[in-house]
């Protein structure tokens, strides 16, 4: 491959070194991965269908990807895709199995919606054929040579990236780096594709070991790669009590490795008949603690952070940030309000999940409900299901004092009273919201996927529904808050001071 630059034009092409092994080891470029500290692009499936089909194309294409530049509280970087720009057919100048020509029409204008957006610009490109490999070339390094300090200058961000992906099978495969303008590339290590169906993919030179003989059953149902993807996840279960602590167990069974439990409360002698892995000696210690001890004993290679927090304060908030996947298991308003956002200003699915009992006066079972909720970017927030009391939540964020004084004034409404909970009807609606992170990856299930699923296990029936944004909300994708991560406020609401 040659790049030349005549005026604004670019000679793209990447052949003359395809065989070439990844050349990061060899020292022609510094190339890096922190330590503890990863680079994961993340993007809808509406992006990856169309990266997909680019992929698949005979010839080589190419196009600017812009995302948000995300750290979260525990380093690792997240490429939040906001839009994504394929280079017109007119912007071709040539356009072969191994080589392509493309005048600045076919990137310049995205680089000026970068700049409008305050994003960074990714340059990413294909190497055709099921066989291709999609690691650059020593020509493809010469391009972004030529090319990065022209992206970070029209893009105004201090970051250019690149991605190379090649055809499979079931996808695409991918390389791709993180380039500052100081300092060494980082690898994008990671790619996580969310909406309907939920994909995991690892750079194509990761290691890819066979998962440990411990999960053959689970193989044996799904396959090496979900098993590997269940491995690879980083999930925070929100709320350890009966529903969170059975959803955080089956999730370490399965075999998540990398796992954030957070509750602001400790456990109780009531708590002792749902909250898995509790004991009488355990009452009075924080729940997290609890739950976090008893996970290790089943996973000793198990990464679990255990925050004793609540995430309606924006420090507890922040360290879901870094996190693929949350489980919604708590019971108060204000933290769903709070996880209701993530999915759209994160790019986060979330599974959110609701237990309800119902009882007469005598303390008959008169009902029993569950609810599995699927936030996925761009689907209806909770706020636009009428899943949470506005009213409840605001009153769950003031301090006694305030609440006193607008009940006083009768303005507050009333927090509610303990409700029943039964260890069976907890543990049923966790592996129901387990199951639907299960069938996500598989795709066992219909196209398209519900978003809600509704138990009443006293009648023992299932439903399911789906819905759509209100338009103008901020879930709804013209509002332009999809992977908005750096808004000023933290997700663009109002936080309590600490």
């Not at 029409?105 to 099921?130: D, K, Q």
Request: contains cysteine.
């Amino acid at each position: 491959m040659v790049a030349a630059f005549a005026g604004w034009s670019m000679v793209l092409g990447h052949r003359l070194a395809r065989k070439l092994s990844h050349h990061h080891s060899e020292g022609d470029r510094s190339v890096c991965s922190q330590s503890g500290m990863t680079v994961t692009l993340v993007l809808t499936d509406t992006v990856a269908e169309e990266l997909t089909a680019a992929a698949f194309d005979s010839v080589e294409s190419a196009g600017v990807l812009l995302a948000t530049v995300f750290e979260g509280a525990d380093g690792d970087v997240r490429l939040l895709v906001r839009r994504h720009f394929m280079v017109g057919q007119d912007a071709y100048r040539a356009r072969t199995r191994d080589y392509m020509t493309i005048t600045p029409e076919g990137y310049v204008p995205a680089l000026a919606e970068a700049e409008s957006l305050g994003t960074m610009a990714i340059w990413f490109h294909t190497h055709p054929g099921v066989s291709g490999t999609p690691l650059p070339s020593l020509a493809d390094e010469n391009v972004d040579d030529a090319i990065a300090d022209l992206f970070r200058l029209r893009s105004g961000s201090q970051y250019y990236g690149t991605l190379i992906i090649s055809p499979r099978q079931a996808g695409f495969a991918f390389s791709g780096t993180l380039q500052p303008e100081d300092g060494p590339a980082r690898l994008i290590e990671r790619l996580w594709i969310v909406g309907d169906r939920w994909r995991l993919l690892n750079a194509v030179n990761a290691d890819d070991r066979p998962p440990s003989p411990m999960f053959d059953r689970n193989v044996r149902a799904f396959g090496s790669e979900i098993q590997r993807s269940l491995g690879d996840l980083s999930i925070a279960v929100v709320g350890c009590g009966g529903t969170g602590s059975a959803v955080a167990e089956q999730l370490v069974r399965l075999g998540v490795r990398r796992l954030l439990l957070v509750d602001a409360d400790y456990l109780s002698e009531s708590n002792i008949t749902r909250v898995y892995g509790s004991t009488p000696a355990d009452v009075g210690r924080p729940k997290v603690e609890v739950l976090r001890d008893h996970l290790t004993s089943i996973a000793p290679d198990l990464s679990c952070q255990a925050v004793n927090g609540m995430i309606t304060l924006e420090p507890i908030a922040r360290h879901l940030c870094d996190r693929d996947l949350v489980f919604g298991c708590t019971d108060d308003n204000a933290g769903r309000l709070v996880l209701s956002r993530l999915a759209t200003y994160l790019l986060t699915p979330i599974i959110d999940v609701g237990v309800l009992l119902s009882s007469d006066g005598e303390g008959l079972l008169t009902g029993i409900d569950g609810r599995i909720t699927v936030l996925s970017p761009g689907s209806a927030c909770l706020v636009c299901r009428n899943r949470i009391d506005l009213a409840r939540a605001g009153a769950e964020v003031m301090t006694p004092t305030e609440r006193h004084r607008l009940a006083d004034e009768g303005y507050a409404p009333a927090l509610g009273e303990t409700e029943p909970a039964v260890v069976t009807f907890t543990t049923a609606v966790a592996s129901a919201a387990v199951s639907e992170l299960l069938e996500r990856m598989i795709g066992y299930g219909p196209d398209l996927r519900p978003s809600e699923i509704l138990l009443r296990l006293h009648e023992r029936e299932i439903s399911t529904n789906s819905a759509a944004p209100r338009p103008g909300h901020y879930c709804d994708p013209a509002s332009g808050k999809l992977g908005l991560a750096t808004a000023t406020p933290f997700l663009e609401q109002l936080w309590p001071e600490i």
